[in-house]
RNA sequence: GGAGGGAUGGCUGAGUGGUUGAAAGCAUCGGUCUUGAAAACCGACAUGCCGAAAGGCAUCGGGGGUUCGAAUCCCUCUCCCUCCGCCA
């Protein structure tokens, strides 16, 4: 959420941010107007409340004395009812207000390229060497199937398409690839692990960014009001909702959850095998930081997620997004890509963002700054990193002729003795 | 699911209709004293909004109501605690 100070005083630099952005320009002149509206509105109720307030304290006082007040009290009814009246007008105004504001996205920073879709995007590094085949390398689907270890089909026929189903070796890969990234974030990186609800509230998704706008895209209990996460970015940021946070910073958290999106309107070769899924594990860096820190903040948290593919040994590439290319909430963000063979393609597979104060404005998320004063901090997140990708890359990058895939030697302490997977 | 009890400022905790935005204590900050520290003493110390400012308005878990006036009375919701039931 926005500062409505900011969009009061500096409403050209937001209407620049968000033009770069390719954002709904009109939002922005309907809060301006609610805000002046709430102004003036404010100004009259508040003066005709101050007036009761004082002839209350009189009537008060008149009564000690034991004089009759009723006369001064009906009068003083009538204003009260004019009161009440334009509280009611007042608060129409401002549930629109604040309707309105949760809308417009965050202002991007202004150093990250402009540009209206992914075409924009900067690639700011490669990572890595693309291995060479002597063979022609298959995709993940044909050797998860010769392995034995993704049953779709039967994930089909129980839950519908896009929920994945690992079996045998391939089950207890991802459950080691999980507790690989949470041992290294948590003994090498300094984050402190939660297992938090998979379930959470409106409040919840809306102080993260998720609500209202997205609303389509994730899962909702109707019965009892509440939403499957579509990340741990989730609950794990709402951490500290309404609160002030009163533990040095910076504060580093990370979580181990399922994800769970919808995704509407996908469909096609991007749906193939568990390129894209309903239902898929995540492990996710989240971090509250001062002010001044969050830029140094994200470019340490990219490294972190790359720390992991390093570990596996995957070449990989990062790009700097452009700004109609950032997540509503994001003022600047770096996605991490995994260069799959069987795919020829790069796998989207970590999105690391600094949000600055949006969520934290809209979760009431603060802390106290060297004088005292309350702040709101910045928050970022980044993945590190999300499964099903990473396990099509490390299927597809370690595969050999027979069909058989070696794993990185970082697996090896949770994967109870199996180094390699190999065909039925 | 049933019965009862709670929710007050960073924390503990008083307060059942009229200068109570809120006693007291703790914590924190500043000062006095001290070679220094501690102790003692003195003082400061909630947040949001409107306003150029003076100042004003709002807030005692959330929402609604009664009243000239609500932390205090009524309704409702949420959460926490205790007991009973059920249960992996």
Redesign the pocket.
Known sequence: MLD??RIREKTDEVREGLRRRGADLALLDAVLELDRQR?AL??SA?EM??R??A???E??AA?KRGEDTAAI?AE??TL?DRITALDEQI?GVEAELHKAVLCIPNVPCATIPTGSDASANRVARVEGQSREFAFQPKDHVALAEKLGILDLPRAARMSGSGFPLLVGAGAKLQRALIQYMLDLHTTCHGYTELLPPFVVNSDAMCGTGQLPKMAEDMYHCEKDDLWLIPTAEVPVTNYFREE?I?RPLPIFLTAYTPCFRREAGSAGKETRGILRVHQFDKVEMVKFVAPETSYAELEKLVGNAEDVLQGLGLHYRILELCSGDISFAAAKCYDIELWAPGQQGWLEVSSCSNFEDFQARRANIRYRDAE?K?RFVHTLNGSGVALPRLMIALLENYQQADGSVILPPALAPYMGGIDRLVPK
Do not use: A, V
Request: charged share 40%.
């Open positions: 409505i100070k102004r404010l100004g508040e409340k101050n009761r307030n002839t209350s304290k009537i008060g009564r009290q003083i009814r009260g608060r002030i009163d005292g309350t």
